[in-house]
């Protein structure tokens, strides 16, 4: 099964989900992305739960920024692979820059980011991936988001596929769904 993590403030609506899921619709591929909780704790239950109803061999990550940062704990807890795509990293210290309400840009639902929200990102937090070997990034120069090149020193020992120019939507996504589901 291939679950899609969404980034921040997101959704199973992103541009980037749903062309992932008419993709592997066409191939007939188990798929699955959910519609996170704005807590972290909730959602890595929840992604967590999902991963171990499946059997761990069909199991394939893709996050993107928050949901790298997700799908990078998930993947070492659960030793499977994950394509991350312009993915946070330490995204506690990020986000400190955006505490306080936040609305949903897909469902509406608004909330205060706050600090209890940063230290459940802290939990998760490593210093650096403990398999390397189950990572693919991808990244995009022009991420005007996050600054690219955090993601490139934190994966040194992961595959890495940098992109020039993009955003941090990674324009480029459907010209890399082959590689992401051959890795």
């Excluded at 909780?37 to 394939?60: D, F, G, T």
């Excluded at 893709?62 to 790298?68: A, D, H, Q, V």
């Excluded at 509406?108 to 939990?123: F, K, P, T, V």
């Excluded at 398999?131 to 890495?160: H, I, K, M, W």
């Amino acid at each position: 099964m291939i679950i899609y993590i969404h980034g921040f403030n997101s959704s199973s609506q992103s541009t980037k989900a749903r062309q992932l899921g008419d993709y592997l619709a066409t191939r007939s591929m188990a798929y699955a992305c959910p519609d996170l909780p704005h807590r972290p704790a909730e959602a890595i239950a929840l992604l967590s739960r999902l991963i171990a109803a499946q059997p761990r061999a069909s199991v394939k990550l893709i996050g993107s920024s928050l949901g790298g940062f997700y799908a990078t704990w998930l993947a070492d807890k659960f030793d499977v692979k994950a394509a991350l795509i312009n993915p946070a990293v330490h995204v506690q210290n990020s986000l400190k820059t955006v505490l306080g309400p936040q609305k949903n840009y897909y469902s509406g639902e608004e909330y205060i980011l706050s600090q209890q929200h940063l230290d459940e990102l802290a939990a998760l937090d490593q210093p650096a991936p403990l398999r390397p070997q189950n990572f693919l990034l991808l990244v995009e120069t022009g991420d005007e988001v996050l600054d690219y090149r955090d993601a490139v020193a934190y994966y040194a020992a992961s595959r890495q596929i940098v992109v020039p120019g993009g955003d941090h939507g990674f324009q480029h996504f459907t010209q890399y769904i082959d590689t992401i589901l051959a890795f």
